[in-house]
């Protein structure tokens, strides 16, 4: 076993992600090698006088940088193709910032809550392999009721229904709403996936003309009245990608425009549960005219593909079930029990907490390298919206990213109607790490500082 201590006190940042750099830094000088046994996580958190918490979260890390292997029992070594991993994790991979997704947990107390839950469920893992009806088993659905009372809604179990993701129920929805041919009205700057979800089906989606607050009334009003629309499509917390939460007396004349018109509103709340003191929903408003859609994936991970509908009514949720039997016939019952345990024994809120700390603090890297007022944020959101400035456009600002391995989005992905904005949205989460979220922030800052015609030859 290898009697080696850190030199951490000279690194900057979280101790436990100064455990990880200076594995990093002590691979590419040589002190570590391929093969060697790193010191109990125990012992070496006694060595250094800092908590296990601190030493775990940092062979963790640095398992994520591909530098170690970690296996209970055996221990943690240094892996074999660590030498030729550079000392600065920086360059070991792109920066990905073109995927809105929440931050992924480190915190080795959590992760193994989180793996308990699997470990709870495969117990009586044979049931949860068998086809079930479309919707849910009463379990999920006193689950899902009990996380969506969360967001002051209460709906009967007969209105709610379990769907494989979002994607899917926004598939089924507008499918009963709209034929081929046929509108649909969404935000100005909206959400790439209805786009595409509008494209695949035939229907004709509509750009309704927004403000700070989101949609217009006024603009609403009209659009309603100039294209018949089938269907209101609006992400009306933390919207993706302006980070925009309507207010709530926007929402409720954005409801009463509805009722009036008889357009049923399907209110795609993927960050609802993100906004800790947000407006009630929609569907919490007018909930006879509301189709409301809870995701999992941004508020507890987006590989669990599951959501949470509430349907307008009874009738309604019949005719979605059928729908949705000829999309996927079922979701996953072993990811909902899963996600149903993590829901009953505090686990899911404990994530939720986490990703709002967490997501609260890269919102703060971000806002040192910008100044207010020449981006759009939350204080919560995942992404910001980056209008450009000297010149730059879209196009040559998200190449010259591109080319220096920082993924973005430009505005085309997100624009409905008229002309993109010069603006690209920056997203903040996923596995990226905060060194990597401020390397990346700090490249976009210094660009933005110059003229675009200084790179225009680079193409």
Same mark, same amino acid.
């Given at each position: 076993?290898?009697?080696?201590?850190?030199?951490?006190?000279?690194?900057?940042?979280?101790?436990?992600?100064?455990?990880?750099?200076?594995?990093?830094?002590?691979?590419?000088?040589?002190?570590?090698?391929?093969?060697?046994?790193?010191?109990?996580?125990?012992?070496?958190?006694?060595?250094?006088?800092?908590?296990?918490?601190?030493?775990?979260?940092?062979?963790?890390?640095?398992?994520?940088?591909?530098?170690?292997?970690?296996?209970?029992?055996?221990?943690?070594?240094?892996?074999?193709?660590?030498?030729?991993?550079?000392?600065?994790?920086?360059?070991?991979?792109?920066?990905?910032?073109?995927?809105?997704?929440?931050?992924?947990?480190?915190?080795?107390?959590?992760?193994?809550?989180?793996?308990?839950?699997?470990?709870?469920?495969?117990?009586?893992?044979?049931?949860?392999?068998?086809?079930?009806?479309?919707?849910?088993?009463?379990?999920?659905?006193?689950?899902?009721?009990?996380?969506?009372?969360?967001?002051?809604?209460?709906?009967?179990?007969?209105?709610?229904?379990?769907?494989?993701?979002?994607?899917?129920?926004?598939?089924?929805?507008?499918?009963?709403?709209?034929?081929? &041919?046929?509108?649909?009205?969404?935000?100005?700057?909206?959400?790439?996936?209805?786009?595409?979800?509008?494209?695949?089906?035939?229907?004709?989606?509509?750009?309704?003309?927004?403000?700070?607050?989101?949609?217009?009334?006024?603009?609403?009003?009209?659009?309603?009245?100039?294209?018949?629309?089938?269907?209101?499509?609006?992400?009306?917390?933390?919207?993706?990608?302006?980070?925009?939460?309507?207010?709530?007396?926007?929402?409720?004349?954005?409801?009463?425009?509805?009722?009036?018109?008889?357009?049923?509103?399907?209110?795609?709340?993927?960050?609802?549960?993100?906004?800790?003191?947000?407006?009630?929903?929609?569907?919490?408003?007018?909930?006879?005219?509301?189709?409301?859609?809870? &995701?999992?994936?941004?508020?507890?991970?987006? &590989?669990?593909?599951?959501?949470?509908?509430?349907?307008?009514?009874?009738?309604?949720?019949?005719?979605?079930?059928?729908?949705?039997?000829?999309?996927?016939?079922?979701?996953?019952?072993?990811?909902?029990?899963?996600?149903?345990?993590?829901?009953?024994?505090?686990?899911?809120?404990?994530?939720?907490?986490?990703?709002?700390?967490?997501?609260?603090?890269?919102?703060?890297?971000?806002?040192?390298?910008?100044?207010?007022?020449?981006?759009?944020?939350?204080?919560?959101?995942?992404?910001?919206?980056?209008?450009?400035?000297?010149?730059?456009?879209?196009?040559?600002?998200?190449?010259?990213?591109?080319?220096?391995?920082?993924?973005?989005?430009?505005?085309?992905?997100?624009?409905?109607?008229?002309?993109?904005?010069?603006?690209?949205?920056?997203?903040?989460?996923?596995?990226?790490?905060?060194?990597?979220?401020?390397?990346?922030?700090?490249?976009?800052?210094?660009?933005?500082?110059?003229?675009?015609?200084?790179?225009?030859?680079?193409?």
């Amino acid at each position: 076993m290898k009697d080696w201590v850190p030199r951490i006190e000279r690194i900057d940042g979280p101790r436990y992600r100064a455990i990880a750099d200076a594995i990093a830094a002590d691979i590419a000088a040589g002190v570590l090698v391929p093969g060697d046994q790193l010191p109990p996580q125990r012992r070496l958190a006694a060595t250094l006088g800092v908590d296990f918490t601190t030493v775990a979260r940092g062979y963790v890390e640095a398992g994520k940088r591909g530098l170690i292997d970690s296996t209970v029992g055996r221990g943690s070594f240094v892996r074999r193709s660590a030498a030729r991993t550079p000392a600065d994790p920086q360059r070991q991979r792109a920066v990905d910032f073109s995927m809105n997704m929440p931050p992924e947990p480190e915190d080795p107390d959590l992760v193994a809550r989180m793996q308990e839950g699997f470990a709870s469920v495969a117990r009586d893992l044979l049931p949860l392999l068998r086809y079930q009806g479309f919707g849910g088993s009463p379990q999920d659905k006193d689950a899902a009721s009990a996380w969506l009372g969360r967001r002051a809604l209460v709906p009967a179990q007969e209105r709610i229904f379990i769907s494989p993701g979002a994607h899917p129920a926004l598939v089924g929805i507008f499918s009963l709403l709209a034929k081929a &041919g046929e509108t649909v009205l969404a935000e100005q700057i909206t959400y790439p996936g209805v786009r595409a979800i509008a494209a695949q089906l035939g229907l004709a989606l509509v750009g309704i003309e927004m403000d700070q607050d989101g949609v217009l009334p006024e603009a609403l009003e009209e659009a309603v009245r100039r294209h018949a629309p089938k269907a209101i499509y609006l992400n009306p917390t933390l919207q993706n990608p302006m980070t925009i939460t309507t207010s709530e007396r926007r929402r409720a004349a954005i409801c009463a425009i509805a009722r009036r018109t008889g357009v049923p509103i399907v209110e795609d709340d993927a960050y609802g549960f993100i906004a800790s003191h947000g407006p009630p929903p929609l569907a919490a408003i007018a909930p006879d005219i509301c189709w409301h859609i809870a &995701g999992l994936a941004k508020c507890i991970g987006a &590989g669990l593909r599951l959501a949470y509908v509430v349907a307008p009514d009874a009738r309604a949720g019949w005719s979605f079930t059928g729908a949705m039997r000829a999309i996927s016939v079922m979701a996953s019952p072993l990811t909902a029990a899963v996600v149903t345990r993590w829901i009953d024994d505090g686990t899911a809120d404990t994530i939720l907490r986490f990703i709002r700390a967490e997501a609260a603090a890269r919102q703060k890297i971000a806002a040192r390298h910008f100044e207010p007022g020449t981006y759009l944020s939350d204080p919560l959101s995942f992404n910001i919206w980056l209008p450009l400035t000297n010149g730059w456009n879209r196009s040559a600002f998200a190449s010259h990213a591109r080319a220096t391995g920082v993924g973005i989005v430009p505005s085309d992905a997100f624009t409905v109607s008229g002309a993109p904005p010069e603006a690209v949205r920056v997203g903040l989460g996923g596995p990226i790490g905060r060194a990597q979220l401020e390397r990346g922030l700090e490249f976009m800052a210094h660009a933005l500082d110059g003229p675009a015609q200084i790179t225009a030859g680079l193409y």
